[in-house]
């Protein structure tokens, strides 16, 4: 876990060769450092196609005595800038914060300033308009614009039911009326239909009833020819004993 606070940049004065510009990091890390002219935005310094300088070629941090060095910038940053034209400096944090800073070289002495935050001027132009809208004076007209739509709104649904009383009674008394018929309609039928199923099964053509009684008859036939078979047998096996005695 990495605790940081906003990095705090201060005013610095120097030669080419031993300019350093003092950084509080405050638990931050750098991770590149922009260079452009401010009167015309233009890439600074060497490299100058492009306005990201390199790491550790242009610039390099020291975190232990919190300062931010230009190695060899007698040689290399502060040789390829122009004199008296100032430069901005924008360092990227990997925390997402960015802070910025001005250099300006005069032959060999370097110059370098902190740029203010704009944040104040910016919070009271914004405060303008939240005090324009506690006037009231839009939201009085919003309030009544909004309740007189509401009122006549109810006032045009309650007339049509008042005016034809007679339309909505007629309509409802002809619907339930043929829910009515509808639902007898259903109710009759289904019972009908059982009827002549009922009917249908209990009688033949010739309207009698179905031996419901057959399969009882059949078993009884069967029963009985058992019976006259068990019997015979046992007439055959005494008959045959009685011969033998």
């Given at each position: 876990?990495?605790?940081?606070d ?13 300019f350093?510009?003092?950084l ?11 260079a ?26 020291n ?19 122009n ?5 901005e400096?924008t ?72 005016d034809?009383?007679g339309?909505d ?25 059982n009827?002549k ?12 009833k179905?031996?419901?009684t057959?399969?009882?008859n ?9 019976i ?18």
């Amino acid at each position: 876990m990495y605790h940081y606070d906003s990095p705090v940049l201060s005013d610095s004065q120097g030669t080419i060769s031993d300019f350093t510009i003092p950084l509080q990091y405050n638990g931050n890390l750098l991770k590149t450092m922009e260079a452009a002219y401010t009167d015309d935005g233009s890439p600074a310094g060497p490299q100058n196609w492009t306005a990201f300088k390199q790491f550790g070629y242009v610039f390099a941090p020291n975190y232990e005595d919190n300062l931010l060095t230009f190695p060899y910038g007698n040689d290399r940053f502060f040789k390829e800038i122009n004199d008296q034209r100032e430069v901005e400096l924008t360092f990227h944090f990997w925390s997402g914060e960015t802070v910025k800073y001005t250099v300006t070289k005069d032959g060999e002495q370097v110059v370098g300033k902190t740029i203010k935050s704009t944040l104040p001027e910016d919070d009271d132009e914004s405060e303008n308009p939240e005090e324009n809208d506690e006037t009231g004076t839009p939201g009085e007209n919003d309030d009544n614009d909004s309740e007189a739509p509401e009122e006549n709104n109810n006032d045009e649904s309650e007339t049509p039911k008042e005016d034809n009383p007679g339309k909505d009674e007629g309509k409802t008394d002809a619907g339930d009326e043929n829910k009515e018929t509808n639902e007898e309609e259903n109710h009759v039928t289904p019972v009908n239909n059982n009827n002549k199923n009922n009917s249908e099964n209990t009688l033949g053509k010739a309207g009698e009833k179905l031996p419901e009684t057959a399969t009882g008859n059949y078993n009884l036939f069967i029963t009985g020819i058992i019976i006259l078979l068990v019997g015979g047998c046992i007439a055959f096996f005494v008959r045959k004993q009685k011969v033998q005695i």
